[in-house]
T-cell receptor
Framework: GQNIDQPTEMTATEGAIVQINCTYQTSGFNGLFWYQQHAGEAPTFLSYNVLDGLEEKGRFSSFLSRSKGYSYLLLKELQMKDSASYLCAVIDSNYQLIWGAGTKLIIKP | IAGITQAPTSQILAAGRRMTLRCTQDMRHNAMYWYRQDLGLGLRLIHYSNTAGTTGKGEVPDGYSVSRANTDDFPLTLASAVPSQTSVYFC???????????FGPGTRLTVL
């Protein structure tokens, strides 16, 4: 079966750095997305990786290793507004998007 | 403002009733999707449409139907609602099946 694993919940301190991991076992791979979802709101796009390596976008970076079936989202200089759920999703060989259950990130002052 | 809208925002429905959730996008995206999101389970795909006139079944299609008569609209119908269909429903669209998906604000549905 297809599976995407993320930690259920993480806690970090304002101003710090946090890394949210995502491991996947899917039938093929055609790209990986990270989305942010604030409580009671819709998911919003953060990043897309299809090749190995690090993609940096301001305070957020996303890394991919296709051989290890692994990605992480790195958030720097954490702000209170970064408190949200972070969703990892993989496009499989049938071009279907497979979603992880999400990681709830709690930022403490 | 370009984007994707859903209606209603929330609804309480008696079991056995028929309900249509509406979704409209003005981005001229080819692909559209319906998801349900339940606590601890993440997003699950109900139905999708890769282009106007075509639809496909997702992971949890039972009890739901969709139509795609034109590019902009993708309504989701519950023919006879059951309490297990209580959930938050998100509509999304993308330029193609592998592009970034953009989500509507969601419909919170409670079936009693």
């Amino acid at each position: 079966g297809q599976n995407i694993d993320q930690p259920t919940e993480m806690t970090a301190t304002e101003g710090a750095i946090v890394q949210i991991n995502c491991t996947y076992q899917t039938s093929g791979f055609n790209g990986l997305f990270w989305y942010q979802q604030h409580a009671g709101e819709a998911p919003t796009f953060l990043s897309y990786n299809v090749l190995d390596g690090l993609e940096e976008k301001g305070r957020f970076s996303s890394f991919l290793s296709r051989s290890k079936g692994y990605s992480y989202l790195l958030l720097k200089e954490l702000q209170m507004k970064d408190s949200a759920s972070y969703l990892c999703a993989v496009i499989d060989s049938n071009y279907q998007l497979i979603w992880g259950a999400g990681t709830k990130l709690i930022i403490k002052p | 403002i370009a984007g994707i809208t859903q209606a209603p925002t929330s609804q309480i429905l008696a079991a056995g009733r028929r309900m249509t959730l509406r979704c409209t996008q003005d981005m001229r995206h080819n692909a559209m999707y319906w998801y349900r999101q339940d606590l601890g389970l993440g997003l699950r795909l109900i139905h999708y449409s890769n282009t106007a006139g075509t639809t496909g079944k997702g992971e949890v299609p039972d009890g739901y139907s969709v139509s795609r008569a034109n590019t902009d609209d993708f309504p989701l119908t519950l023919a006879s609602a059951v309490p297990s269909q209580t959930s938050v429903y998100f509509c999304a669209s993308s330029r193609s099946g592998t592009d970034t998906q953009y989500f509507g604000p969601g419909t919170r549905l409670t079936v009693l």
